[in-house]
């Protein structure tokens, strides 16, 4: 099993930027890719960006057209943490975001093993 712990969710206004990490633990051997989703009151879950690693080399982030250039995926390979840096926040990324694990770096939400808990993202205009 693999657990996820997302930190960093909070209250922010629009234009301002927040910070989510997410710590792996457990048995991360077969995890190659991580990644991040949300999901806001009443819509579906989204995808939001992911990324994928091999050998000591991390590469290939991907990210949703809703937040591509406002968004940055980022991963230290030290310690496994997946960040999202959150840049020139909108009212709209308003949601849970959860922290994702797999083996490979998908869009799909079914397609990844494990989840997070989710931490609250609520950005005021």
């Known amino acids: 099993q693999v657990q996820l712990v997302e930190t960093g969710g909070g209250l922010v206004q629009a234009g301002g930027s927040l910070r989510l990490s997410c710590d792996p633990s457990?048995?991360?051997?077969?995890?190659?890719?991580m990644g991040w989703f949300r999901q806001a009151p009443g819509k579906e879950r989204e995808f939001v960006a992911t990324?994928?690693?091999?050998?000591?080399?991390?590469?290939?982030?991907n990210y949703a057209d809703s937040v591509k250039g406002r968004f940055t995926i980022s991963r230290t390979n030290a310690k496994n943490t997946v960040y999202l840096q959150m840049n020139s926040l909108k009212p709209e990324d308003t949601a849970v975001y959860y922290c994702?694990?797999?083996?490979?770096?998908?869009?799909?939400?079914?397609?990844?093993?494990?989840w997070g808990q989710g931490t609250q993202v609520t950005v005021s205009s």
């Open positions: 457990g048995r991360t051997f077969n995890i190659y890719a």
């Open positions: 990324i994928r690693w091999t050998g000591g080399n991390t590469r290939y982030p």
């Open positions: 994702v694990a797999g083996r490979f770096p998908t869009s799909v939400a079914s397609d990844y093993d494990y």
